[in-house]
T-cell receptor, first 108, second 115 residues
């Protein structure tokens, strides 16, 4: 069965410091992974997907099949990055399995 | 606002009552998904439609739950004989299934409280 694990429920980082949000997955098929973000009082929205290999708002994520990880990184945190972040796995026809989420707080 | 909309945004009901939620997807999107999110958890997949066809249902979707998308546009999710364990945020998402893009756009959710 597919599973997504986000080991940190809460993460606090000083402004300007690097950020890394961890995500590990288990899936027998070929994984497609995403990061979704939910800012305060806003709806869930796609941040980035691994197949596009793009950088959004300074965030990047690399799929590591050997370690079954898809960690989200940003070199210099900004206050507007404070939000809830969810890692998600597409397990067929874009049905998503989400992790439990990490609440990121950027300390000014 | 041309995004996904859901109605109502909040619903309080007594145990045993039936409730119905509505989701209006982005107009050209052919896929529609329902998820449920409880406190401290990520969204959990419930069911999805391609046009009017319901293609898959999660084991989470007990026989008290039914979803429809009669004309391939809006969708309804009905819960019969609600239980306290049904209290959750119900999220709807839509996407335009194509080779190059399948981003899911989420609605604001309907928060259900069963007392």
């Amino acid at each position: 069965a597919q599973r997504v694990t986000q080991p940190e429920k809460l993460l606090s980082v000083f402004k300007g410091a690097p950020v890394e949000l961890k995500c590990n997955y288990s899936y027998s098929g070929s994984p497609e992974l995403f990061w979704y973000v939910q800012y305060s009082r806003q709806r869930l929205q796609l941040l980035l997907r691994h197949i596009s290999r793009e950088s959004i708002k300074g965030f990047t994520a690399d799929l590591n099949k050997g370690e079954t990880s898809f960690h989200l990184k940003k070199p210099f945190a900004q206050e507007e990055d404070s939000a809830m972040y969810y890692c998600a796995l597409n397990f067929g026809n874009e049905k998503l399995t989400f992790g439990t989420g990490t609440r990121l707080t950027i300390i000014p | 606002d041309t995004g996904v909309s859901q109605d109502p945004r909040h619903k309080i009901t007594k145990r045993g009552q039936n409730v119905t939620f509505r989701c209006d997807p982005i107009s050209e999107h052919n896929r529609l998904y329902w998820y449920r999110q409880t406190l401290g958890q990520g969204p959990e997949f419930l069911t999805y439609f391609q046009n009017e066809a319901q293609l898959e249902k999660s084991r989470l979707l007990s026989d008290r739950f039914s979803a429809e998308r009669p004309k391939g546009s809006f969708s309804t999710l009905e819960i019969q004989r609600t239980e306290q364990g049904d209290s959750a945020m119900y999220l709807c998402a839509s996407s335009l299934a194509s080779v190059s893009s399948y981003e899911q756009y989420f609605g604001p959710g309907t928060r259900l409280t069963v007392t």
